[in-house]
């Protein structure tokens, strides 16, 4: 496909659309079809795709596996057969809530004034979160509220992509947030701190670093609390909730800030930020988007 073919197709699909295959094309068109449904039908549809999942044992087995790795040790007496029934229905509406972009960012926030105070601290906001909820839908309705991100994200996103992958880029990069790619290292991620950005990072991507999250041995990233210690940026953690089980977006929450000098370092801070995470993980496992993609676990017979 050529560079005027590709032009042409993001500018009428209004999706990058640059190394498209064709296969690429007509998922992107096929996602724009189903936009076109109503709310009600996009969640009927939803629950539909859930029902004809879960009588694939593949998919009822890949359900359970996950929210067994939340639930299993940090809360004993849970449903998992139940969460699992509950994920696969969330992770069907979260397919069909991308092609609703203007839905989807409509997002109710709770705690904003806690963000505004870190802000004011003017040494940058290490604004942290898990792939938990529709993260990817927060930064236009933050960027309306007067937050502008720099979203650091993996170097496998900058290259040829599958629809849904486009089109879950372009709603994270709707209002403006500027794109980060975590292949800058460090010391680029540094500096966008020290000139008093607000750095939106995950917590909950491939690291070294060892951790205890849930009641379980998991491996994970030591940056954001690195970066908050090293610089003396405040961090704001974001958490997803439902206010009811049918509702169909999460309420995110903003929490106070935790300043990073009131740690002896970042082991330290790292376990405090988990520590606000881990009640809406036990809570709402099913808001989790595949959560063992996103966590190391270390060999067999080591703790």
Known sequence: MNAVVEKAL???????MTDATPVV??????????????????????????WVGWRNEGVRADARRQMAFLLEHSDPSADIEAAARRYVYRQALRGELRWHPSLTTDLRFEGLEHLEKAVAHGKGVVFNWMHHGHVEATAKPLADAGFHMRQVGAEKLFGALPAWLRQHLKIAAMGGSVMISAARGSQGLLEELQAGHTLSIAVDVPGRTPMRLLGRDVIGSFGAPRFAIATGAPVVIMTSELEHPDDVRPLMRIHPPLWA?????PQELLEAMLEVHEPYLRQWPELYDIPLSHWGLPPEGES
């Open 10 to 16: 993001t500018r009428v699909l209004g999706v990058d």
């Open 25 to 50: 094309v007509a998922g992107v068109v096929a996602g724009r079809l189903r936009g076109l449904l109503p709310v009600p039908l996009m969640v009927a549809l939803a629950r539909l795709r859930a």
């Open 261 to 265: 000098e009131d740690y002896a370092g």
